[in-house]
């Protein structure tokens, strides 16, 4: 009988070899210690053959060849379970140092970029945001900023008139009337808007945006004005940016001033930037005229206040070194990703 154990061992034991898979174990292993069909069960079942005085060793034997057996089958179970988890974690690896998938984002327009940059620098001199409307009627467009209808200044602007009374804004100085009729000063406030005009080359086009500010308080003179856009141009030119005042003329402020800024491109000595002048115009400003004042029932007596309007384009061309302002209406994606400050 013992050779019938030793055939089922290098049965076993030949069979082994070639299992790959603990599948492949499992359905070996059942061959040989199935409950029922396995070849080791099955010798149980033979005791009834076998000499009483050798049933006790028979049994024994039989036992420890399932003993065996089991404990071959674990071990292999136990191998190849681990060589396939490897073989998983192989698999399954990432390599935490490859660099990600590039994400491209979006940016903001550069007149938007434009607009919130301004509107930072301002608002940490404590000013407030107001939209500007884009309809207006006569009144506040044109009239109640000392523009009455025949006043030459009304040829500044071509108007695009919607109705004898209503228009496309031309300025956004229309908000200064809107604010002064609302608010009681101290008024400091910012208004960004988008204004129309009948004009249309390489720097202008029929729709730009400008950005109003208008400060009412007890004496505020220009001195206040220059030091506001003297912040103003360094936060958006850099630092050691300073400006000029030039004496100018907009009906609703007096006195009136053109403001430049120094060249930021050569600092002053002179370049195509600012046609060898070292200065660049940059905005209209001035002390809100006092007619201004009295028409939204402010007493000029009492209060004075300043106002100036930037043209976002224009800031933005200059920045940037863009010399048409198509280029800022286009959306060519070429264009729009090379402008990106934030
Ligand atoms: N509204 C003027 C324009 O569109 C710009 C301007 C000039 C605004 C002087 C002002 C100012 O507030 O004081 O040309």
């Not at 940016?107 to 939209?131: A, C, K, W, Y």
């Not at 053109?258 to 600012?274: M, Q």
């Amino acid at each position: 009988m013992s050779e019938r154990f030793d055939e089922i061992k290098q049965e076993i034991l030949d069979g082994i070899g070639g299992l790959a898979s603990s599948k492949a174990v499992y359905e070996f292993k059942k061959q040989f210690l199935d409950s029922k069909a396995g070849k080791i069960g099955l010798l149980m079942k033979e005791m009834k053959n076998i000499a009483p005085e050798e049933r006790a060793s028979f049994g024994k034997g039989v036992n420890d060849l399932k003993e065996w057996a089991q404990q071959r089958f674990t071990d292999l179970d136990e191998m190849i379970k681990a060589k396939e988890l490897e073989h998983r974690y192989e698999q399954e690896r990432i390599d935490v140092t490859e660099p990600g998938a590039e994400m491209k984002s979006g940016n903001l327009h550069p007149i938007t970029q434009m607009r919130n940059e301004i509107i930072d620098v301002f608002s940490g001199m404590g000013f407030e945001v107001f939209e500007n409307k884009e309809i207006e009627n006569d009144y506040y467009n044109f009239t109640a900023l000392n523009t009455p209808k025949d006043h030459p200044a009304r040829d500044m602007q071509d108007t695009f008139y919607l109705s004898p009374e209503f228009l496309l804004a031309t300025q956004t100085s229309a908000a200064q009337i809107h604010t002064m009729e609302a608010k009681k000063p101290p008024i400091k406030i910012l208004c960004p808007g988008k204004v129309f005009r009948s004009d249309d080359d390489a720097t202008h086009s029929p729709m730009f945006h400008q950005m109003e500010g208008l400060v009412v308080d007890k004496k505020i003179t220009l001195c206040d004005l220059k030091g506001m856009l003297d912040v103003f141009v360094q936060k958006i030119y850099g630092e050691g940016t300073t400006t000029r005042l030039r004496p100018s003329y907009f009906p609703f402020t007096e006195p009136s001033v053109e403001v430049d800024v120094s060249c930021f491109e050569c600092g002053g000595k002179g370049c195509k930037l600012c046609k060898g002048t070292g200065w660049i115009e940059i905005l209209g400003a001035g002390i809100v005229n006092r007619k201004v004042l009295q028409n939204c029932g402010i007493d000029p007596d009492e209060y004075s206040g300043l106002a100036f309007g930037i043209g976002l384009e224009r800031a933005t061309m200059l920045k940037y070194g863009i010399n048409n302002i198509k280029l800022l209406f286009e959306s060519d994606i070429k264009v729009l990703e090379q402008i990106d400050n934030n």
